[in-house]
Each structure stands twice: as structure tokens, then as C-alpha cells.
């Protein structure tokens, strides 16, 4: 249990849907990362929010849209995705969000996504 | 860009000693080191902050080259419950953008 929950832990949708992944902290962090993590291939990082406002986007397509509502929860809204998308996505967080201390993150156990 | 690691993957028997090294080609500030087991989110291992700093953690420590831009984790006595993919971590200064490492995969046999 590390403090970050994610739902759902599993996800298979059409290239037409439109899912919404959602992550929970109770660690009282100010920082939430989405990361996403393809077979074989290192962690890659989506955004960033601190205090609930986006402060990196890491050239993300459009057909992710994230959304943080408040210090606790993050979520990431999927529309119209391709099957390269399939991947693990892993949310975190962390008290720092800058600074040499923002790489202590708490991660959640991921949603796998499959899109077929 | 990413920070490389070497070597990709590496076999140990119980109870061998492993290093991994991390390198980058911008400046490092911080490092830090994650264990990600098969099917599991990534665990914290430890944070580096100074220059030529060491830590440790049980029989797992890591050194901070800064001038080299590079850090290592040397893995001592190796245990069953090593095994696992491990990242190094770093941000750039002046920017919210945390990123990993190429990764490192151990595999301790008994």
C-alpha cells in the first residue's frame, strides 16, 4: 500500500470509446505525475500537476487529456486512442514538485490499458 | 533525453555482488534509484543530492558523480528479493520534468 490508488487496475476499449482513468493520493502531496509504460521500454513521462495546475505536458497527444480537480485525485480522459497506446499507466506523487527532492514519487499499481 | 543505464540485464546468483551504472548527458542535481518488481509499481529506493554523496539502503548503496554526470548502485550480497527492474531518476533544474533511466533488469537466482 503505498498511499496511491488507481482505478481501474485493468481497461480494454475500441479505438471509439471514451474512458477516464482515475487516480486517488492520501499522502497529502502537492505534485501528481502520469507516467506511461509500454512492454520493454522505459517509464515515460505525460504531465505534471502541482496544486492542481498543469506545469508539464510532455509533448502528449491531444487524444489525452488529463484533468486534476484538486490536490488528491488526477485524472486522465481517453478518446479515440490507437493500438500503440496499450501500455501500463502509472500515476504518482510527491510532496516537491521541483527542486532536487521532486524524484522521492509514490507510485499507485498502474491501470493497463488495451486498445483494441 | 533519457538517462542510459548499463547493463541492460544481469544474472546473479544468491549472494554475488552487481553494479549499475547511470549516466546522462545533461547536468545531474539529484539522482534517484527505483525498484520495480514484475507486475508492481516502482518503489523509492534513495535520493542523492550532493556530489560524490553515497547512500545506503541495507546492502544497497549508490554513488554521485556529478562531474561525470553519473551515478552508480552497487547491489552487495545479492537476495532473492533483488530481483526487479532498476531506474535511476533525475529532473532538470529549473523544470517539473522528472525522468527515468533506460532500466536495468536483475535477476538473482538461488
Known amino acids: 500500500e503505498t498511499g496511491v490508488t488507481q482505478t481501474p487496475r485493468h481497461l480494454v476499449m475500441g479505438m471509439t470509446n471514451k474512458k477516464s482513468l482515475k487516480c486517488e493520493q492520501h499522502?497529502?502531496?502537492?505534485?501528481m505525475y502520469w507516467y506511461k509504460q509500454s512492454a520493454k521500454k522505459p517509464l515515460e513521462l505525460m504531465f505534471v500537476?502541482?496544486?492542481?495546475?498543469?506545469?508539464e505536458n510532455n509533448s502528449v497527444p491531444s487524444r489525452f487529456s488529463p484533468e486534476c480537480p484538486n490536490s488528491s485525485h488526477l485524472f486522465l480522459h481517453l478518446h479515440t486512442l490507437q493500438p500503440e497506446d496499450s501500455a501500463l499507466y502509472l500515476c504518482?506523487?510527491?510532496?516537491?514538485?521541483?527542486?532536487?527532492?521532486?524524484?522521492?514519487?509514490?507510485f499507485g499499481e498502474g491501470s493497463r490499458l488495451t486498445v483494441l | 533525453q533519457q538517462p542510459v543505464q548499463s547493463p541492460q540485464a544481469v544474472i546473479l546468483r544468491e549472494g554475488e555482488d552487481a553494479v549499475i551504472n547511470c549516466s546522462s548527458s545533461k547536468a545531474l542535481y539529484s539522482v534517484h534509484w527505483y525498484r520495480q518488481k514484475h507486475g508492481e509499481a516502482p518503489v523509492f529506493l534513495m535520493i542523492?543530492?550532493?556530489?560524490?554523496e553515497q547512500k545506503g539502503h541495507d546492502k544497497i548503496s549508490a554513488s554521485f558523480n556529478e562531474k561525470k554526470q553519473q551515478s552508480s548502485l552497487y547491489l552487495t550480497a545479492s537476495q532473492l528479493s533483488y530481483s526487479g527492474t532498476y531506474f535511476c531518476g533525475t529532473i532538470t533544474s529549473g523544470t517539473y520534468k522528472y525522468i527515468f533511466g533506460t532500466g536495468t533488469r536483475l535477476k538473482v537466482l538461488a
Open positions: 504518482a506523487s510527491s510532496q516537491d514538485p521541483s527542486g532536487p527532492r521532486a524524484g522521492e514519487l509514490f
Open positions: 542523492l543530492l550532493k556530489g560524490g
Open positions: 499522502l497529502g502531496h502537492n505534485a
Open positions: 500537476y502541482s496544486l492542481e495546475e498543469r506545469v
